[in-house]
T-cell receptor, first 115, second 115 residues
């Protein structure tokens, strides 16, 4: 079956502009996660969604970052007034449910470059 | 909260040589442990995971890892590497209960296999 997909694969924007990144999780996966991966760094947790529960936004670095998820399907990560330090690869992952033993399935990522 | 340390940022090795990628973690509760691999321009995919039982875990592509509770380690090994194993490897830990089910990832180890 289809894996996790993300769009766009690459995004170049100017400082101060808003961007929207999209993630399509694997069908039936109730948990969805967003991570940021800076060059040479590990994965930085941003936010997760689990079913219809309130999302855990504890990892969002500032109020310029927000995310939404429609039911148990598509999620969008929005970055407002982008800054150069927002340049990174943004990875989305999904899993069957939010349990520590579950494997995460990752999308290919969106490479964001802020000029 | 848990944390993961991957001591080696880069490991160069010749083809057909053995390799060990080190991972140490800290947590106040029992954990699940994972190794993921990220090939160039792709998302992460699961190599192997330790949930319970035998401390020696075998994964895909000939990799294995051993859980050592006393040393809080989960080192990844392969007896003979191929050029195609060149990739970024991430160790991750999540907590069994009473803590966060969100995996914490290490900073990654870049395995570079030379012919």
């Amino acid at each position: 079956g289809a894996g996790v997909s993300q769009s766009p694969s690459n995004k170049v924007t100017e400082k101060g502009k808003d961007v929207e990144l999209r993630c399509d999780p694997i069908s039936g996966h109730t948990a969805l996660y967003w991570y940021r991966q800076r060059l040479g760094q590990g994965l930085e947790f941003l936010i997760y969604f689990q079913g219809n529960s309130a999302p855990d936004k504890s990892g969002l670095p500032s109020d310029r970052f927000s995310a939404e998820r429609t039911g148990e399907s598509v999620s969008t990560l929005t970055i407002q007034r982008t800054q150069q330090e927002d340049s990174a690869v943004y990875l989305c992952a999904s899993s069957l449910e939010l349990q520590g033993y579950n494997e995460q399935f990752f999308g290919p990522g969106t490479r964001l470059t802020v000029l | 909260a848990q944390s993961v340390t991957q001591l080696d940022s880069q490991v160069p090795v010749f083809e057909e040589a053995p390799v060990e990628l080190r991972c140490n973690y800290s947590s106040s509760v029992s954990v699940y442990l994972f190794w993921y691999v990220q090939y160039p321009n792709q998302g992460l995919q699961l190599l192997l995971k330790y949930l319970s039982g035998s401390t020696l875990v075998k994964g895909i592509n000939g990799f294995e890892a051993e859980f050592n509770k006393s040393q809080t380690s989960f080192h990844l090994r392969k007896p003979s590497v191929h050029i195609s194993d060149t990739a970024e490897y991430f160790c991750a830990v999540s907590e069994r209960s009473g803590g966060s089910y969100i995996p914490t990832f290490g900073r990654g180890t870049s395995l570079i296999v030379h012919p």
